[in-house]
């Protein structure tokens, strides 16, 4: 795993970007919580569920398919209203924002892969660039040596990239906005 501020500064960031000034304080929260709910995970570990299984930890609460049914019920529980083409971007939105976490997962440097793919199968992806520094798994054990160099390592390639998308698309948009304005004067 990424650390959770992570996958949760991933989520606000893509939210920044894809939300209107008015997204209501759900919106937020939901960002943040489809990012970090696939780590839910590691409570099988207490039932005895391998790492290495189809719902072990980074299994099937990392897989592209979760993520899909993840987007639809957050959509149709928490948004209903609006038009449809508006939920079905938010679907698309929540869907990313989930599977940003499995794609942060496979940027990291230890544990297993990730199964993508899973159910439909077991193989365990990484990407071949892998800069980021596994994180702990437990609270306790990140308040340690390693979880510094976690941290380092997350702000060096995670948080600044990520804050920089969001400043470039943001100063993007203000620029347009203001030629447009321009242009209609
Ligand atoms: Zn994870």
């Known amino acids: 795993m990424a650390s959770v501020f992570t996958h949760a500064f991933v989520a606000l960031a893509?939210?920044?970007v894809y939300a209107d000034e008015d997204a209501p304080a759900r919106f937020w929260f939901l960002s943040a919580a489809c990012a970090v709910l696939p780590d839910a995970d590691v409570a099988g570990f207490a039932f005895g569920i391998a790492y290495g299984d189809t719902f072990g930890h980074r299994g099937f609460t990392h897989s592209l398919l979760f993520a899909l049914l993840l987007a639809l019920a957050v959509v149709a529980l928490c948004f209903r209203e609006?038009?449809?083409g508006r939920r079905a971007a938010l679907v698309c939105y929540f869907f990313l924002v989930t599977i940003s976490h499995a794609l942060l997962d496979m940027l990291t440097d230890g544990g297993l892969g990730v199964a993508l793919l899973a159910p439909f199968s077991g193989a365990r992806?990484?990407?071949p660039f892998r800069p980021v520094e596994v994180s702990p798994i437990g609270v306790g054990s990140f308040f340690s040596e390693w979880g510094l160099r976690v941290i380092k390592s997350e702000l060096l390639w995670v948080w600044a990239p990520s804050a920089l998308c969001v400043l470039l698309v943001l100063s993007f948009r203000?620029?347009?906005a203001r030629e447009t304005g321009a242009a209609e004067r």
Do not use: D, P, S, W
Request: aromatic share 24%.
């Open 174 to 176: 203000r620029v347009a």
């Open 14 to 16: 893509a939210g920044k």
């Open 82 to 84: 609006g038009r449809r």
């Open 125 to 127: 992806y990484f990407f």
